[in-house]
């Protein structure tokens, strides 16, 4: 199986810019979860989708959303971009049980 | 405090020790445990996953979940230069869907 794509893998930004970045599951799962790596913070979970429904959410401000399609293929959007913004967001997929599996990232980096 | 406790290292080990990790955590609701080794600017690759108390081994793996104590281990035999790299704990409650709590990671570098 194909594993976990996302897309783009670097990203440069400005201040107040939005952003959308997008994630292809495995085939066959249903849960897409979003995460947060920074080096100050380590990975952080953002919010989780299953069945194109949000059923967890993380600490994050409503800047940070996200949605899902009926393939499952997920975006997450960070809208007024902050300097703090800047990260590794990955996305993880799951068949179910907490068992996460996740893509190589995108590298977002604002200025 | 944070939920998951982790040494951020770096652990430095020679080629063919074991390597030793752990983690503690204060959540005594988490259920499902697990190991991920990241390399530099990949994403998290799942290495063990443990559901609730005991020993899991894999290869040259070795994970273990003490509930009782709020502890998990991995161990890692004859370790390789390859195993350099960062490995993250990270654990789930029941009903928490896929919602994943990490450790901040420890640092592994293994010298030939």
């Known amino acids: 199986k194909a594993g976990v794509t996302q897309t783009p893998r670097y990203l440069i930004k400005t201040r107040g810019q939005q952003v959308t970045l997008s994630c292809s599951p495995i085939?066959?799962?249903?849960?897409v979860s979003w995460y947060q790596q920074t080096p100050g913070q380590g990975l952080q979970f953002l919010f989780e989708?299953?069945?194109?429904?949000?059923?967890n959410k993380g600490n994050f401000p409503g800047r940070f959303s996200g949605r899902q399609f009926s393939n499952s293929r997920s975006e997450m959007n960070v809208s007024t971009l902050e300097l703090g913004d800047s990260a590794l967001y990955l996305c993880?997929?799951?068949?179910?049980?907490?068992?996460?599996?996740f893509g190589p990232g995108t590298r977002l980096t604002v200025l | 405090q944070k939920e998951v406790e982790q040494d951020p290292g770096p652990l430095s080990v020679p080629e063919g020790a074991i390597v030793s990790l752990n983690c503690t955590y204060s959540?005594?609701?988490?259920?499902?445990f697990m190991w991920y080794r990241q390399y530099s600017r990949k994403g998290p690759e799942l290495l063990m996953y443990?559901?609730?108390?005991g020993n899991k081994e894999d290869g040259r793996f070795t994970a273990q979940v003490d509930k009782s104590s709020k502890y998990i281990s991995l161990f890692i035999r004859d370790s390789q230069p390859s195993d350099s790299a960062t490995y993250l704990c990270?654990?789930?409650?029941?009903?928490?869907?896929?919602?994943?709590?990490f450790g901040g990671g420890t640092r592994v570098l293994v010298k030939p």
């Open positions: 959540n005594s609701a988490f259920q499902y």
């Open positions: 990270a654990m789930s409650e029941r009903a928490a869907g896929n919602k994943l709590t």
């Open positions: 993880a997929s799951s068949g179910g049980q907490a068992l996460q599996y």
């Open positions: 443990t559901y609730s108390s």
């Open positions: 989708y299953f069945s194109e429904t949000q059923r």
């Open positions: 085939s066959g799962h249903r849960s």
